[in-house]
């Protein structure tokens, strides 16, 4: 259900503002109501520009995050440099003292990561060196430096191998030293005065030796790898810091947003803010302001030319299911959470797509271990897992299947959810679903515009509901008694009524036979396409039972048969096979069926249910203004 709000003003005087501001956000429960637009004030955008740079640096950090405890005790003892005054409380838990100090935290980090980055620049120029002088093995520089001192000097050159004949040895007096990748490298001993003339060889001129260079990349390599083991120790230390860092940021970001919602009377005197309160926390809300200086009142509000926040309040089961709400949005204040109606169809479309018994337990228990596992509050997502995983065990046990294996009762003819039957089942499911979402729809415009404009929605609904029963029962071997026969006739008729001739209220009745007719065009259509649309329940959980049973057999056509004379050794070996293809194809088809249960549900539900039920959405969620 939707929270109801209060909405308060606050008069303050503007000196007290700010301190005004900072008890408020002490209460933790008052969404301010904003009415400026927060992006041209620079001092606002500074700070979202620094948490964007902190963002990023938190990125820049991930690849050197460790893999093991080890690391992680080990990056306690690690402090950031120029940070350890501002590590308060536990060790394991450091945090900040001032912004200055994450300003200069951020500063550390990215030297330590250019550090990292200019070794390996020089390891790569280091690599290329290498690759560059190994040709000519060892020599010194240093002995060539005091061959120039007496006159000569060394010319180092390469040729390609076919070039390099003896006829050019002995015209041109060179030694080889090495023949690598088809070509030869040699030098020339020459006089200093002389200038070398080779024109069909390349001139190189190797600076040292390839045992310098080897040894300057080995010492480069060992920093590289220290630089990154430090960098790697200290990430979980620098991750606390920086997450504390950025809860500095946000609350200020947030007490700057506030502080410029209020409007100035009195020449800038007094400071008007407007904010909304939950109905149930309001009457502590006003107990802990009363007696202070500052002036408060409830205001009313009208909820169609104001966006009240929004704040749904759900059992522990429904509460789950929030996230498929909130992934499309969340319905405005004049609107009803439907949260609790999505749910259980959810979870049994959920259970049909998946269509296996074995894999929802497999879900249910890998979710409940990540609960069990899991520090703090357990994210929703992992509790509608659960959910899911029980609906899909419950519906596959139904439906007769498990790990493609098929149960007893898969193809008995009073088994609605059998192979046989669940086309049709999917259908008259996707019918109720409709059904429910046109009443929906006619119990949501009787709350925003008068009763009496709903009762054409209403009227459509017992139409489509009567005559379903009159024509659909009797196909299924139900016979209705005579008199219930005539009473859901009469029920009919009298919703033909009115949804001809009272589907406007106030307008002429022949433009309203008019609109009936343009309903009935609209109705039909529209029931026929949305509850066809349903039919991707059964060919997608058809699907996943069939290829589970393919893997089965696949599997078991590698096991020797019985009595077949078989050696040890075979029986084996088949079951190790077995064994690989079992785990191998029902994990993709487990992966396949989460997908497509996950999907098509959502289709169904954001598509058909939300437009038959005249879902609108776009309410904006309560955030109230508290200190993080």
Known sequence: MIQSMNKYAFLIFHREYETFLEELRSLGVVHVQEQKNTKEVEELQSIISERAHLAEVRRSLRPYAPTDKTAEAVSTTAPAAGAESAVAGSSSTPTLSSEEEGRQLITDIESQLAHLASLTERKTALTEEAIEVSPWGEFSMEGIAKLTEVGYDFSFFTLPSSRFTEDFRASHDVVSVREQSGKVYFVLLHHVDEVPELPEAERLYPQRSIREVEEELQSTEQAIRDTRDQLSASVPHYDALLQSYDVMLENRLTFGTVRLQADGLADERLML????????????????????????????????????????????????????????????????????????????????????????????????????????????????????????????????????????????????????????????????????????????????????????????????????????????????????????????????????????????????????????????????????????????????????????????????????????????????????????????????????????????????????????????????????
Request: hydrophobic content about 45%; aromatic content about 14%.
């Open 273 to 628: 803010l407007e904010g909304f309160v939950p109905k149930d926390v309001a009457p502590s809300f006003e107990a802990a302001l009363q007696g202070r200086k500052y002036y408060f009142r409830q205001i009313d509000f009208d909820p169609e030319t104001e966006r009240v926040p929004i704040q749904l309040k759900n059992n522990a089961f429904t509460r789950s299911f929030e996230f498929i709400t909130e992934l499309y949005s969340l319905p405005n204040y004049q609107e009803i959470d439907q949260t609790y109606l999505i749910a259980p169809f959810f979870m049994l479309f959920f259970g049909l797509c998946f269509g296996d018994a074995g894999y929802g337990l497999v879900l249910f228990a890998v979710s409940t271990l990540v609960r069990l596992r899991s520090k703090g509050e357990v994210p929703n997502i992992i509790s509608l897992l659960q959910w899911l995983g029980l609906g899909a065990f419950g519906v596959g046990l139904m439906m007769g299947g498990i790990f493609g294996i098929e149960l007893p009762w898969a193809h008995s003819p009073v088994n609605i959810f059998s192979q046989e039957k669940m086309m049709t089942t999917s259908v008259v499911i996707g019918i109720l679903q409709v059904l429910l979402a046109k009443t929906i729809g006619a119990y949501k415009k009787g709350r925003q515009h008068g009763w009496r404009y709903s009762l054409s929605g209403f009227a459509w609904v017992l139409l489509l509901a009567s005559a379903g029963l009159v024509y659909a029962l009797p196909m299924a071997g139900v016979v209705l008694p005579q008199a219930v026969t005539y009473a859901l006739y009469g029920v009919a008729g009298l919703s033909v009524l009115v949804a001809f001739f009272y589907n406007s209220p106030g307008k002429n009745p022949f433009i309203n036979f008019g609109t009936g007719m343009w309903n009935t065009y609209e109705t039909a259509s529209g029931l026929l396409g949305d509850s066809l649309s349903y039919i991707r329940l059964f060919a997608i959980g058809l699907t996943g039972g069939i290829l589970g049973g393919v893997f089965n057999q696949l599997a078991m056509s590698c096991v020797p048969a019985a009595g077949s004379g078989a050696s040890v050794v075979s029986h084996v070996l088949g079951w190790l096979v077995a064994l690989l293809i079992l785990l191998f194809g029902h994990g993709v088809n487990f992966g396949i069926a989460m997908i497509g249960a996950f999907v098509h549900p959502l289709r169904l539900t954001f598509v058909e249910y939300y437009k038959n039920s005249e879902f609108e959405g776009g309410g904006k969620a309560y955030t109230p203004f508290r200190q993080k």
